[in-house]
């Protein structure tokens, strides 16, 4: 599975931006997905998760109330929905595809991951 994250960019505080991960070669419709950030020097962190059919989703704490993640099983992408943005959330965005049909906040359960999409929220 190849994974394309796009939707980036720079925007001021209270914006919003929308990223989408596209997947070629399979498809990853029976597989959960998530999303994952890593600012610079800090850690990678655990965003947002799915599940195959989109029944169960899963917010950090963070992002919750502004975040939203969907999936459109029939096109292969996952997005995320970015709302209020804050500049803690600058970050490099990356998701993944789980091993299963759920997604978890582990990033040693996911298989697949796509490059990195900027996210740069100016104050």
């Known amino acids: 599975v190849q994974l394309q994250a796009y939707g980036g960019g720079l925007v001021q505080a209270g914006a919003s931006l929308r990223l989408s991960c596209e997947a070629s070669?399979?498809?990853?419709?029976?597989?959960?997905v998530g999303w994952f950030r890593q600012a610079p020097g800090k850690e990678r962190e655990f965003v947002a998760a799915i599940s195959w059919n989109g029944g169960s989703t899963d917010l950090t704490n963070s992002v919750k109330g502004r975040f939203t993640i969907s999936r459109d099983r029939t096109k292969n992408t996952v997005g995320l929905q970015m709302n209020s943005l804050k500049p803690e959330d600058t970050a490099s965005y990356y998701c993944?595809?789980?091993?299963?049909?759920?997604?978890?906040?582990?990033?040693?359960?996911?298989?697949?991951w796509g490059q990195g999409t900027h996210v740069t929220v100016s104050s």
């Open positions: 993944a595809v789980s091993l299963r049909a759920t997604a978890g906040r582990s990033a040693s359960g996911y298989r697949y």
């Open positions: 070669g399979r498809t990853f419709s029976n597989n959960g």
